[in-house]
């Protein structure tokens, strides 16, 4: 026979409740920004180029950002700023980053 997990009640220092409080009020302060950001980062992975092919393609892979970025050689923050259109890579970063995620350039002459 199973019993039912209960939760345990149990009650916050006055400590602990400040800085529950501190913590959720830097989130909200956040929350506006990074729903700018995560805008910016959906327009920049549909634009019509390779740079927005390659989003598409880290964002598809699965990848987590801190582990392309060390296989780019690039830190995190700057592969998070190319992912939101705020920031280029050189072209050697961006032949790392499609290795990376499994992809392949191809580049067709227009007629």
Same mark, same amino acid.
């Given at each position: 026979m199973t019993t039912a997990h209960r939760p345990t009640k149990f009650t916050l220092t006055p400590e602990q409740q400040a800085?529950?409080?501190?913590?959720? #009020?830097q989130i909200a302060a956040e929350k506006p920004q990074l729903q700018v950001k @995560? #805008?910016?980062?959906?327009?920049?992975?549909?634009?019509?180029s390779f740079c927005g092919q390659l989003r598409q393609a880290i964002h598809s892979s699965g990848r987590l950002i801190t582990q392309l970025a060390a296989e780019a050689g690039v830190t995190t923050q700057q @592969? $998070?700023?190319? @992912? $939101?259109?705020?920031?280029?890579?050189?072209?050697d970063v961006l032949d790392r980053l499609t290795a990376a995620v499994g992809a392949s350039l191809v580049v067709a002459e227009k007629k």
């Open positions: 800085r529950l409080q501190n913590q959720r #009020e @995560l #805008e910016r980062i959906h327009e920049a992975k549909q634009e019509p @592969l $998070s700023d190319f @992912l $939101s259109g705020d920031r280029t890579l050189r072209s």
